[in-house]
């Protein structure tokens, strides 16, 4: 059952890095769209794509911590205690991100739209880099149990990296969903302007890893070792393979199966992370077995989650798909009571 949880684990990672991945790429691509006048057209669609859903794709963070201190409280503990400061920033960051881009919709004045604007922007940037620190510190075996907080847990060249090829992730599925998105919206403008976008994006992929497989052979030697056979290097070699096939797809406009061959690249990028690290949550100090709570408690959470991947499961691939054929209306200022005020726009 241990071994179960920890791969429904691993499952829920890699459905938030690649659900809320893209919400922070639009996030990212929104941070770097310009002054007002320049940035309004990219900015319209990234409010008109993200908003029906942008909320829902929390959810997976919600569950994989509820897995996390349910069904591994020791290892839940321990990476808590060494990585707060680092998980508080990116609370912060998800707290202040979900604020502004619900409030600079309805928002008119232009001096608040801004403010509410970069809070949504620059959160949209931070977030994914810190919990993108906290995984290179607990691959590169930073995270022990009695590990007390310091930089070094998650301020080290393997979560810098692990950090910024977060950033750059996001930022490839952001600009990729984009593009259809475009399509979508009858935003043929910026088809192209996205698609520059996610090539470049997937370019900043390709140098970060080249540059990580050094450090990480010199500085998360497990994790290396796990990634250069088995299934860890196939899965690697699918992800590679698929994010290969993006930019061919991205290259020839084909830009509804482009979608998916990126969210496949990240998926399979995080499986390979979890197959790495067998049989340890953290290399190499803690085992899945030796991290999993009572067997009672781990049958029950097994129960609980099959039902709610039976429940809640349908109703999120569903509303994905509505989402996608552009079945889901969006709010207007009527639904959400915004008025306008004497002063608006300035």
Known sequence: ??????????????????????????????????????????????????????????????????IMWTGFPTMFQAVFEAMWLPLLLAAVGLVLRGAGFALRKPTRRLAQRRVYGAMFAVSSLLTPFFLGAVLGGIASGRVKVGTTASADAWANPVSL??????????????????CSDALRFDAHDLVDYFRVRALIAFGAVVVLALIALPVTHDDARYVWDGLTRGWGLLLIILAAVCGLATVLLLLRRSHGWSRYTSVASVALTVGAWGFAQRPYLLPTSMTVTQAAGAAHTLRWLVIVTAIAIVLVGPALVLLYRLDTMGELAELTDADTGAARATGDNL
Request: charged share 10%.
């Open 1 to 66: 059952m241990a071994e179960f949880i920890a791969w429904v684990l691993v499952l829920a990672i890699a459905a938030y890095a690649c659900a809320g991945g893209t919400d922070y790429g639009a996030g990212f691509w929104d941070l770097l769209a310009g002054g007002a006048e320049r940035g309004k057209r990219p900015r319209w669609l990234i409010d008109h794509a993200m908003a029906p859903v942008w909320e829902a794709n929390n959810v997976w963070l919600i569950f994989v911590l509820v």
């Open 161 to 178: 990296l692990t950090g910024l090829l977060a950033i750059a992730a996001t930022a490839f599925l952001g600009a990729v969903f984009l």
